[in-house]
């Protein structure tokens, strides 16, 4: 069972900076490989970054790498999006995922938060 809360979401300017926190609850969490997704009104929800239960290796969309850092503290048992020089196109619901694949595609996690809006404007 592996409980997942996001926050940190709000309003900024394109060019701002943002952070995103996916507190996470559950015995099972130091093993589970983490992601963040995002869904924009209307579209798909798409991956945005993952990051595996050891050694923390990092993967990104294309459209957020060199922008966005995705890292945790297994400790803390916190998920992190860094999120630098954001775009009107990164306005989305943002959702923290968990499961014990990795994977870029929705199916495979079996574990999701409700989502943290984040909106750039311009």
């Known amino acids: 069972q592996v409980q997942l809360v996001e926050s940190g979401g709000g309003l900024v300017q394109a060019g701002g900076s943002l952070r995103l926190s996916c507190a996470a609850s559950?015995?099972?969490?130091?093993?589970?490989?983490m992601a963040w997704f995002r869904q924009a009104p209307g579209k798909e929800r798409v991956f945005v970054a993952a990051?595996?239960?050891?050694?923390?290796?990092?993967f990104y969309a294309d459209s957020v790498k060199g922008r966005f850092t995705i890292s945790r503290d297994n400790a803390e048992n916190t998920l992190y999006l860094q999120m630098n020089s954001l775009k009107p196109e990164d306005t989305a619901v943002y959702y923290c995922?968990?499961?014990?694949?990795?994977?870029?595609?929705?199916?495979?996690?079996?574990?999701w938060g409700q989502g943290t809006q984040v909106t750039v404007s311009s």
């Open positions: 995922a968990a499961g014990p694949h990795l994977s870029i595609y929705v199916g495979p996690y079996g574990y």
């Open positions: 990051i595996t239960w050891s050694p923390g290796n990092t």
């Open positions: 559950g015995r099972t969490f130091s093993n589970y490989h």
